[in-house]
Every structure is written in C-alpha cells, then in structure tokens.
C-alpha cells in the first residue's frame, strides 16, 4: 500500500527540499526551472507571496513529492488565486496535485465567488493536460524574451522629457505603484500594488524613471544577477504611450547595466500587449517560451473533480 499524501503550509526548512523537487522535474520538464535556493527565497519574499503563507508541499512517507505556489490577487471585479503546481514525476497519477488543489481552495470561505489562474510552459505537457482536465481555459500567454545583443535606438521621445537612474527607489515607490496600476490594468495577471507593496518590490533593483514637467510618467525596474538582466517592468502612463518614451527608457536602462552578450537581458510579456513586444522586438529582444495562463472557476473545479469521482 503506498503511504498517504499529507498536504501543510511551507516551511523555510523546506527550501532544500523545494529546490530538490524542482530537479527532479526537470528532468524530465525541461521548461519549468530550475530553481536555487538563493531565488526560491528571494521570490518567497515577494510581497504578494506573503513568506509564503499561501504555498503548501504534499508529503509522503517522509518525502516531499509536491508544491503549490499561491497568493491572492483582487483583480478590478473579482477574487483570483493564482496556483502553480509542481509534483514529483514518480509520484504522479496519484492525486497529488489535486490534493493540494483542493487544499488551497479551502482556503477562502465556500461563500466567496473565486477565480483560479495558473501558468503552464507549453513544454510542461503533464501541467497542461492536467488543467485541461479541470477545466481551466487558456486565456493569454507570457513570452519569455532574451536579449544577448541591444538593438541601439536613436529616435528621440515624441514628447519633452528626462531620464535619469534613481537611487532612492522606495521613496519614489507612491509614483511606482500608481503608474503600474494604470499601465496593466487590464492584463489577465494584473495585481494592483499599494505603495508599501511597491516599495518592497524596488528596493534594491536599478530603477530609472521619465519625468514631463517634474512628474514621473514611466520608470523601468531592472534586476541584476551575476550573469543576466531581469526587466522586471516597464510602465509608462497611458496618455503618454505611444511616443516612443518606453523604447527610450528601455535602451538607457540596459546600455547602462552593460545588458548584451556576455549579460544576456531577459523579460516576461503578455500575449495580449502586442504593442510592448513589439517595442522589445525593435530593441532586440526575441521570443524563447511560451507559459499559458489558464482560468477558471472554483466552482468549475470542483464539478470537473467530483465528475473524477
């Protein structure tokens, strides 16, 4: 008889663990990861992930064979909880994943009207039939895009402003959140930021900003590693897109961090922002994968789950 699968809250003991259990996926996922512990913490740590207070591992016999990765986004008209699952490839077709499904859909009161969204790489075939099972349904795409040679752009902004590196982000974290929230507004992932949220994301990354008559109207959030450039974002306000601005502040940013060959820069965009991957094209980025952000409803799950049953 195969030992039971018991599902709890992470732990930072977990972390070994969790990086162990993304190996073994990989190799046989190759697009989900890997993950080093040095990033699993840093992205625990992400304000919207709470420490984690969200994620859950399924254990058997002593072994962690799974993780859900989760946190709650109040989107405009309703509650999503975004879900990412990863489970053991010994150890599926064994309920793992929907144990630990179900678990975080406990979370919220049965009363509450719940979406649920997740990503899945479309190399990640065992992630995509798993949702399809469920029914969840693609709703848009993030395409990765790498940089390993910077496109120079010399057309200036169609409109009067500077640009220049702050080094004080949190304290410009109030304009950060505020342009955020009205440039991806109405992106699938979108999650508005308050200013505290905002100020955690920042501190410590490169930010450089765009300013018309002493107001910033766009700022470019990159993280450095050793060997590879994150933007992390790019927002310019909606009345002043369209001219040129965000190329612009793209290319300073990069130039500035030495962003090419031997720093490869590298980016997630949606499918449904034609305009922002057309802008990273021109300045050299190119598409490398594919994750497909799915949806549905909690109510949705648990008919396709007791249909299993």
């Known amino acids: 008889m195969r030992p039971a699968v018991a599902v709890r809250q992470i732990t930072e003991k977990d972390t070994d663990e969790i990086v162990a259990l993304y190996d073994r996926v990989v190799a046989t996922e190759p697009g989900l990861g890997p993950v080093s512990a040095l990033a699993w913490e840093r992205f625990v740590r992400q ?9 859950r591992v399924a254990q058997s016999g002593g072994r962690l064979i799974g993780l859900a990765e989760s946190h709650l986004k109040h989107q405009s008209d309703q509650i999503v909880r975004f879900c990412k699952l990863v489970v053991d490839p010994a150890c599926r077709r064994r309920g793992v994943g929907t144990s630990l499904l179900v678990n ?26 798993f949702l399809n099972a469920l029914d969840f349904r693609h709703v848009e795409s993030e395409i990765g895009m790498r940089c390993t040679e910077l496109v120079p752009h010399h057309s200036n902004p169609t409109c009067p402003v500077s640009i220049v590196r702050v080094t004080d982000a949190p304290s410009y974290a109030r304009h950060f959140a505020s342009i955020h929230n009205a440039a991806y507004r109405d992106d699938a992932a979108f999650q508005p930021f308050t200013t505290e949220a905002m100020s955690q994301v920042v501190e ?24 590879l450039v994150w ?25 500035a961090v030495s962003a090419g060959a031997d720093r490869p820069a590298a980016l997630n965009v949606s499918s449904k922002n034609p305009r922002a991957m057309a802008l990273y094209s021109r300045i050299g980025f190119i598409p490398r994968r594919e994750m497909r952000r799915f949806s549905a409803s909690r109510s949705d799950v648990l008919g396709a789950l007791a249909q299993r049953e």
């Open 104 to 129: 975080l859909m406990k979370i919220e009161h049965p009363s509450v009207i719940l979406g649920l969204q997740s990503l899945a790489s479309t190399e990640w075939t065992s992630g995509l039939e």
């Open 204 to 227: 410590g990354g490169e930010l450089w900003i765009a300013c018309a008559s002493s107001r910033v109207v766009a700022f470019c959030h990159l993280e450095l590693e050793p060997h």
């Open 231 to 255: 933007l992390e974002s790019l927002a310019v306000l909606p009345d002043y897109q369209g001219k040129g601005l965000g190329t612009a502040l793209a290319v300073l940013a990069l130039q």
């Open 47 to 55: 304000p919207q992930n709470h420490n984690g207070r969200d994620f």
